[in-house]
Every structure is written in C-alpha cells, then in structure tokens.
T-cell receptor, first 115, second 116 residues
Framework: AQSVTQPDIHITVSEGASLELRCNYS??????LFWYVQSPGQGLQLLLK??????LVQGIKGFEAEFKRSQSSFNLRKPSVHWSDAAEYFC?????????????FGTGTRLTIIP | DTGVSQDPRHKITKRGQNVTFRCDPI?????LYWYRQTLGQGPEFLTY????????KSRLLSDRFSAERPKGSFSTLEIQRTEQGDSAMYLC??????????????FGNGTRLTVT
C-alpha cells in the first residue's frame, strides 16, 4: 500500500524567506503526487500535481515542486513566502492505475509566517 | 462553478445519536468522495461514488456508517449510534472525468462533528 511521510510537523519562516516542505512517498510504481493547502476551518485547495513528464512542476500562488524518483521525494518550494501562505500543507499520493480515485495523504506540515 | 457545498458546517451531538451530513458536488461532476480528517492528521479516504454507484468503501467505514447518492447528484453520509471516536472533520470532494487523471479533486469546507 502507498504511504506518504511529511517529516516536519511545524515550520516557521520569516516573511520573504524561502520555503521548502518535505514529502517522501512509498509506492511501487510511478505515483501521482499532489500538494494541497488547507486554511483553518476550510477544505483543501490543490496547489499542484505531478503525473508524468517534467519533474519540476509549477503550481498556483508561486509554488513549485520537484519529483525525485531516486529519493522518493516530492518537495514543495516557494522562493519568497507571504503572510497569507500561513496554513497547513498536505502531500498526497494517488494510485497510478486509478488516477486520484483514492488519495493517501500525509499528516501535514503547519506553516507559520513571522514578520 | 459554485464549488462543493457541505451542510451543516458544524454538528454537536451526544454519544449514541444518529447524524446525517449532506454534500452537494459541483454540478457537472460525476464522481463524489468522502474523506475524514481527525485533529493533526491528513484526510483519510472513506468512500466514493461514480454517479449513483458506490464503487469503493474503506475499511474505516464501519457498519454504523452509510453513504448514499440516490440520483447521482447530492450525497448523504449517515453515522448511526455515534461514538466519541467519530469526532472529526468530514470532507466531501468531487471531480469530473472528462480529463480522466488530470481533473483535480475539488473539496468542500467540511462538516465538523463533535460527539460529547
């Protein structure tokens, strides 16, 4: 069965600083990978996804992520964070044979932005 | 696109009571999903529908849980004889299948259930 690990429970960065959120997955075949963001009391919004092709994917709000098969990683990055980026971030993996029928999510990384 | 709508936003109930939640997906989406999210965890898959057919159920969905999507539009999730462990955020999501794997899940804002 597939699994997702987000090793950082909570990260604090200064506004304007760069950001990298880590995600490692476990799955035998090529996975479908996703990053979602969740603001307090809200549902999840898709930031970006990787299915195949270019391993560096661009998403909304200035985020990008890089798929590294050798490291089983799909880390999320942003060159300069804004106070509005404070939220919970979830990495997810989907089965490649069924698309994203059943996503497996990590436990999330809570991002705090300080002035 | 009015988004995925869930009702109610919050529900407080006493242990042993039955509760029902409703989800209205985006109108042209034929696939509908239920996830459960407990505090400090990521969402966990419960079940999904294609039109009115329930195609997969997680082992998390005990016999006390039942989901329906009678006309292939809105869906309901009922929990019978609620337990304190049922306290969680219940998230609904939908997507179309016109683009197969490339269509993302659209999540609602969830129903937060508290069982006292």
């Amino acid at each position: 069965a597939q699994s997702v690990t987000q090793p950082d429970i909570h990260i604090t960065v200064s506004e304007g600083a760069s950001l990298e959120l880590r995600c490692n997955y476990s799955y035998g075949a090529t996975p479908y990978l996703f990053w979602y963001v969740q603001s307090p009391g809200q549902g999840l919004q898709l930031l970006l996804k990787y299915f195949s092709g270019d391993t560096l994917v661009q998403g909304i709000k200035g985020f990008e992520a890089e798929f590294k098969r050798s490291q089983s990683s799909f880390n999320l990055r942003k060159p300069s964070v804004h106070w509005s980026d404070a939220a919970e971030y979830f990495c997810a993996v989907g089965l490649s044979n069924f698309g994203n029928e059943k996503l497996t999510f990590g436990t999330g990384t809570r991002l705090t932005i300080i002035p | 696109d009015t988004g995925v709508s869930q009702d109610p936003r919050h529900k407080i109930t006493k242990r042993g009571q039955n509760v029902t939640f409703r989800c209205d997906p985006i109108s042209e989406h034929n696939r509908l999903y239920w996830y459960r999210q407990t505090l400090g965890q990521g969402p966990e898959f419960l079940t999904y529908f294609q039109n009115e057919a329930q195609l997969e159920k997680s082992r998390l969905l005990s016999d006390r849980f039942s989901a329906e999507r009678p006309k292939g539009s809105f869906s309901t999730l009922e929990i019978q004889r609620t337990e304190q462990g049922d306290s969680a955020m219940y998230l609904c999501a939908s997507r179309g299948t016109t683009s197969s794997y490339n269509s993302p899940l659209h999540f609602g804002n969830g129903t937060r259930l508290t069982v006292t």
